[in-house]
C-alpha cells in the first residue's frame, strides 16, 4: 500500500532485529527477576510484540519483524515491559529514534540506552490554529487590541488505555498574565474537530498614544504567548491524560495580523528526569528502513526491458542482471529485487537456469587447468553466488505456503508434546533416560522426514523448473558421477530450504516466536539428521564432528531412507511435470484475533463489538470463537465482492476493514494500522479473480437508515467510491514490478563508480587480452565488448532515472509549504529536507 505523492507512489518498510536487553533494574520483590517482552510501535501504535522472556535481567529474544508502513509516522519505538500477572503491565523503558534518523542505524547491530517513559514525552499528533490580532475601540474610547484564537481540528491523536476523548486548554501567558480557556470534549475519537474560536484582550499600557502605538504594540506582542495543551478527558482517579503541547509567541503576527498553520504536538519539558539514563539498561536492534518513491510504470520502461531480456543475452555475464551481481557488495542484495521483478514477469526460471549453466560451466573451466584435484560435484551451488542467491530467494517467495503445509503441522506437535530428545550424554538432565530421549528423537525425524519426501506433488512449478534445470546442468558437466543430478538439487531443497526452516522456524512464520531452549535444541538435531539424510553422501556417519550424533544416525542406514530421498527428487525435478492444485488440503494463508460487528443476519438481536478468531484458507474465511472452535460463519472466497477499508468516522474506531459480500458487509477491526494492511492485501489477493468483484464501494457503514457516505437511503443502493485495484489476475506473488525497479536504479546509482570501473576493465580487456589487473580481477567478465556494451545501456538508463528524481526533488520543494497539513511546524525531516535542497540549489548556482 503506496502513499501518493503528486504522481509519485511512496512505500515504507521495516525489517527489524530484537537481538536481547541488558542490565534491566531488578524488580524490587526478593526474587529480583523480570519476565520482560518488547514491543514495536509506530509512534505509540503498537505493531509488534516478542514472546515474554522470564526470569532474567538481560533477556535474549532473537526475532525477525518485517512490515510495510501504511501510513506517515515520526518515531519508531521499541518499549520493554515487565508483565505483571495481577495489574497492569509496567513500562521499563523505551527507545525511541526518530524517523529521520533510521539512516545512521541502517543495517548495524546497535545497541540503545533505555529511556525513561512519562505521560509528559508520550506525545503524538498534530493541531491546526489560526491566531488574528484586531484593533478594537471601548465604549469609552479606549483603543485595545484583541486575539481571535481559532483551534480548528486535531489529527492522529494517539489513544490512550483504548479510548480517546479530547480536548484543548488555549492560554495566552505573559510576564504578568495567565489567562485559560478550555474547549467541549469530543467524545471517541483521536481526529476531533473543534472549530472553536476563544477572545483574549491585549491590554495597551497607561503611557499609551497614538504617536508611540507600534512602538508599543510590538513590545507588549513580543512578550506574550499562545499555550495550547490537549488532553484526555478521563473517568479515572488519577486525573485527565496529557496528550501534547505547542506554544507560539505572538511575534508571529508581527508580518500580518492573522497567522494560519499546522504544528506538531511537542512533549512538556518539565524538568523531572532526576534517573541517570543508564539507569535503565540496554536494548539490542538492527534496523533497516527503506523508502521507495516509485514514478509511473513508463519512466522504468529502457530499465526494465534490459533487465527482462537477461536471460537471452549470450554470454549471460553480459547482461544488466549479472551486472547488478557483479557490482553489489553483497550478491543478495542483488538477488531480492531481481527474482522479485522476474517472478512478476515470468522470467525467473530462464534467467536462473542460464547463471546457473554458466556457473557449472566456469567449474569446467577450472577444472582444465593443470590440478590433479577436480572440483567435488557435491559442492556446486554451494557458495554465495549470484546463481544460488537467486535460488534461496525464489523458494522463499514461490515456496512459503508449500513449505506451511508440509512443515507447519509436525512443528506445532513438537513444540506443543515438548518430549526430551537430548542424546549428547554431556547434557543430558538429571531423571532422564539417554535411549528414552534417542527414541523421542528418531520419531520426530522419521515425522519430519515423511512429511517433506510425500509432499512433492505439492513442490510450486517454478521451483521444480528450476530444479529440472540444475539437474541437467550438473548431469551434462559431471558425466561419471551418477548422484550428481541428485546434489545438485538436495544442496538446494533440504540444505538451503527444509533444514533452515527446521533449525529456526519462526524466521519462516512456522511459529510465532523464537522457540524455548530445549524445543530449539530439539530441532536442531533434526535439522541436522534431516540434512544428512537429503545429502545422499556415500560416508554419513563421517558427516557429524560429534560422535553421539555419529551413533544416532546409525538408525537411518536403511535403503529406503536414500530411496525416499531419490523419489522425492527425481519427483520435483522432472521434465513436464505438472502441478495438481491441492484442493483436497486447503492451505492456511493467515489467522489471528480481531473484533467483528454483528451482521445483523438474525431480524432481531444487538449488533454488538465481538472478538473473534479469524481464518483464512484458499477456499474460505472463517470466524470462530476462539481458536480450534468450529467456524461460527463462513464465507467461500467466490463469494467476496471487495475487500476496502472502513472510513473511521463510521464506528469512531480505527483500523478498520469491510470484507463485502453479495447481502451484507463484514466489517472487522485489526489490531493495529499493519495488521489491517496484512489482512486487506491477502483478502484482495485471493479473491482477485472472482468473476462479480465490485467496482464501486461504500467507505462508510449503512447506519440509521442511510449510507453515512452518500446518504443513500437504500442499504441495496450502488457504491458512491471506485474499489481500490487488485492485482492482474495473472499474478501469483504480490509484487509491484516498478517498485522492484525502482530498487535495482537505486542500487545501480549507488553503485555507479563500480559500473565504471567494470567499464574500464571491460577496455582494458578487449584492448591488452593479457593478465588481468588487480583491481579488475574481482569481475566476471566473459565477452568484454557486450558487456561493454551492456553497461553503457544501464548507466544511460540509471543517469534517466536520476534526472527524473532531481527534477521532482526540485518541484516538490517549490510547491511545498512549511506549516501545512503535511509538513506541520516541527517536522525535523522536512527541515532537513529543506536545508539539503538550499545547499544544492546553492552549489548548483
Same mark, same amino acid.
Given at each position: 500500500m503506496a502513499v501518493e505523492d503528486e504522481g509519485l507512489r511512496v512505500f515504507q518498510s521495516v525489517k527489524i532485529k530484537i537481538g536481547e536487553a541488558k542490565n534491566l533494574p531488578s524488580y524490587p520483590g526478593p526474587s529480583k527477576m523480570r519476565d520482560c517482552y518488547c514491543t514495536v510501535n509506530l509512534d505509540q501504535e503498537e505493531v509488534f510484540r516478542?514472546?515474554?522472556v522470564e526470569k532474567s535481567l538481560c533477556p535474549f529474544y532473537g526475532e525477525d519483524f518485517y512490515c510495510e508502513i501504511p501510513r506517515?509516522?515520526? #518515531?519508531?519505538?521499541?518499549?520493554?515491559?515487565? %508483565?505483571?500477572?495481577?495489574?497492569?503491565?509496567?513500562?521499563?523503558?523505551k527507545v525511541a529514534i526518530q524517523k529521520e534518523d533510521l539512516q545512521k542505524y541502517h543495517n548495524r547491530d546497535t545497541w540503545f540506552q533505555l529511556q525513561h517513559v512519562d505521560a509528559d514525552s508520550e506525545v503524538q499528533g498534530k493541531v491546526h490554529l489560526e491566531l488574528r490580532l484586531s484593533e478594537v475601540i471601548t465604549d469609552t474610547g479606549v483603543v485595545c487590541h484583541k486575539l481571535a484564537t481559532r483551534i480548528v481540528e486535531c489529527q492522529g491523536l494517539p489513544i490512550v488505555n483504548g479510548q480517546c476523548d479530547p480536548y484543548a486548554t488555549v492560554t495566552l501567558a505573559g510576564p504578568f498574565r495567565s489567562e485559560a480557556k478550555k474547549t467541549k470534549v469530543k467524545r471517541k475519537t483521536n481526529n476531533p474537530q473543534f472549530d472553536e474560536v476563544f477572545y483574549f484582550e491585549v491590554t495597551r499600557p497607561c503611557s499609551y498614544s497614538k504617536k508611540s502605538h507600534f512602538d508599543f504594540e510590538e513590545e507588549d506582542v513580543d512578550k506574550l504567548e499562545i499555550r495550547v495543551d490537549l488532553w484526555n478527558a478521563s473517568n479515572l482517579k488519577f486525573g485527565d491524560e496529557f496528550l501534547g503541547e505547542l506554544r507560539i509567541p505572538l511575534k508571529v503576527l508581527r508580518q500580518s495580523s492573522s497567522y494560519e498553520a499546522w504544528y506538531f504536538l511537542q512533549p512538556r519539558d518539565n524538568g523531572s528526569k532526576s534517573l541517570k539514563p543508564d539507569d535503565l539498561g540496554s536494548l539490542r536492534l538492527n534496523v533497516v528502513y527503506t523508502e521507495d518513491h516509485v514514478f509511473s510504470s513508463d519512466y522504468y520502461s529502457p530499465l526494465r526491458d534490459l533487465l527482462l531480456k537477461s536471460a537471452d543475452v549470450e554470454p549471460v555475464s553480459a547482461s544488466a542482471a549479472h551486472i547488478l551481481g557483479e557490482v553489489c557488495r553483497e550478491k543478495q542484495e542483488a538477488a531480492v529485487p531481481l527474482v522479485r521483478l522476474l517472478l512478476h514477469y515470468g522470467r525467473v526460471v530462464p534467467f536462473i537456469s542460464a547463471i546457473a549453466s554458466a556457473e557449472v560451466k566456469r567449474t569446467q573451466r577450472q577444472t582444465l587447468s593443470p590440478s590433479p584435484f577436480p572440483r567435488d560435484p557435491n559442492t556446486i551451488f554451494r557458495g554465495n553466488s549470484l546463481a544460488s542467491k537467486c535460488i534461496d530467494e525464489t523458494m522463499k517467495l514461490a515456496g512459503m505456503h508449500y513449505l506451511h503445509v508440509t512443515l507447519k503441522p509436525v512443528i506445532e506437535e513438537i513444540c506443543q508434546s515438548h518430549k526430551p530428545c537430548e542424546i549428547d550424554p554431556v547434557k543430558l538432565k538429571d531423571g532422564e533416560n539417554l535411549e528414552n530421549n534417542m527414541e523421542n528423537l528418531r520419531q520426530y525425524v522419521d515425522r519430519v522426514f515423511h512429511a517433506i519426501t510425500e509432499s512433492g506433488v505439492s513442490c510450486p512449478t517454478v521451483m521444480c523448473d528450476i530444479f529440472f534445470s540444475l539437474r541437467e546442468a550438473a548431469a551434462k558437466r559431471f558425466q561419471g558421477d551418477p548422484d550428481v543430478r541428485y546434489t545438485a538439487v538436495s544442496s538446494f531443497i533440504f540444505l538451503r530450504f527444509f533444514a533452515p526452516a527446521i533449525l529456526s522456524p519462526n524466521l519462516f512464520q512456522l511459529t510465532p516466536h523464537h522457540t524455548d531452549p530445549q524445543t530449539s535444541r530439539t530441532l536442531t538435531l533434526i535439522?541436522?539428521?534431516?540434512?544428512?539424510?537429503?545429502?545422499?553422501?556415500?560416508?554419513?556417519?563421517?558427516?557429524?564432528?560429534?560422535?553421539? /550424533?555419529?551413533?544416532?544416525?546409525?538408525?537411518?542406514n536403511e535403503q529406503k531412507y536414500a530411496d525416499a530421498v531419490k523419489n522425492f527428487l527425481d519427483l520435483i525435478s522432472s521434465s513436464g511435470r505438472r502441478d495438481p492444485k491441492s484442493v483436497e488440503q486447503p492451505?492456511?494463508?493467515?489467522?489471528?484475533? /480481531?473484533?467483528?460487528?454483528?451482521?445483523? %443476519?438474525?431480524?432481531?438481536? /444487538?449488533?454488538?463489538?465481538?472478538? %473473534?478468531?479469524?481464518?483464512?484458507?484458499? #477456499?474460505?474465511?472463517?470466524? #470462530?470463537?476462539?481458536?480450534?472452535?468450529?467456524?461460527?460463519?463462513?464465507?467461500p472466497i467466490e463469494n467476496i465482492l471487495a475487500v476496502e477499508k472502513l472510513e473511521e468516522e463510521s464506528f469512531k474506531m480505527k483500523n478498520m476493514f469491510q470484507v463485502i459480500q453479495p447481502e451484507r458487509a463484514l466489517y472487522i477491526q485489526a489490531n493495529n494500522c499493519v495488521e489491517a494492511k496484512d489482512w486487506i492485501d491477502i483478502l484482495t489477493k485471493v479473491s482477485q479473480c472472482n468473476q462479480k468483484r465490485l467496482t464501486v464501494y461504500h467507505p462508510s457503514a449503512y447506519l440509521s437508515g442511510h449510507w453515512l457516505c452518500c446518504r443513500a437511503p437504500s442499504d441495496s443502493a450502488p457504491g458512491c467510491s471506485p474499489c481500490t485495484g487488485g492485482l492482474p489476475a495473472n499474478i501469483q506473488l504480490d509484487i509491484d514490478g516498478d517498485r522492484e525497479t525502482e530498487r535495482i536504479y537505486s542500487l545501480f546509482n549507488s553503485y555507479m563508480s563500480k559500473l565504471e570501473k567494470m567499464q574500464e576493465a571491460c577496455g582494458s580487456k578487449s584492448v591488452y587480452d593479457g593478465p588481468e589487473q588487480e583491481e579488475y580481477s574481482t569481475f566476471i567478465i566473459d565477452d568484454p565488448q557486450e558487456t561493454y556494451k551492456?553497461?553503457?545501456?544501464?548507466?544511460?538508463?540509471?543517469?534517466?532515472?536520476?534526472?527524473? #528524481?532531481?527534477?521532482y526533488k526540485r518541484d516538490k520543494f517549490k510547491k511545498t509549504k512549511y506549516g501545512s497539513q503535511e509538513h506541520p511546524i516541527g517536522d525535523k525531516s522536512f527541515q532537513n529536507y529543506i536545508r539539503q535542497q538550499s545547499e544544492t540549489s546553492t552549489h548548483s548556482i
Open positions: 516478542t514472546k515474554i506517515s509516522f515520526r #518515531h519508531l519505538s521499541f518499549y520493554i515491559f515487565d %508483565r505483571d500477572v495481577f495489574r497492569r503491565d509496567s513500562i521499563i523503558g535439522s541436522k539428521t534431516v540434512q544428512t539424510l537429503g545429502s545422499l553422501s556415500k560416508s554419513k556417519s563421517a558427516s557429524f564432528k560429534e560422535s553421539y /550424533m555419529a551413533t544416532f544416525y546409525e538408525f537411518f492451505i492456511l494463508l493467515k489467522e489471528g484475533l /480481531m473484533i467483528k460487528r454483528a451482521q445483523g %443476519r438474525k431480524r432481531f438481536g /444487538m449488533k454488538n463489538f465481538k472478538k %473473534r478468531w479469524f481464518r483464512l484458507t484458499n #477456499h474460505e474465511f472463517t470466524y #470462530h470463537k476462539s481458536k480450534g472452535d468450529q467456524p461460527l460463519y463462513s464465507i551492456t553497461l553503457k545501456q544501464v548507466i544511460a538508463g540509471v543517469g534517466a532515472l536520476e534526472q527524473e #528524481h532531481a527534477q
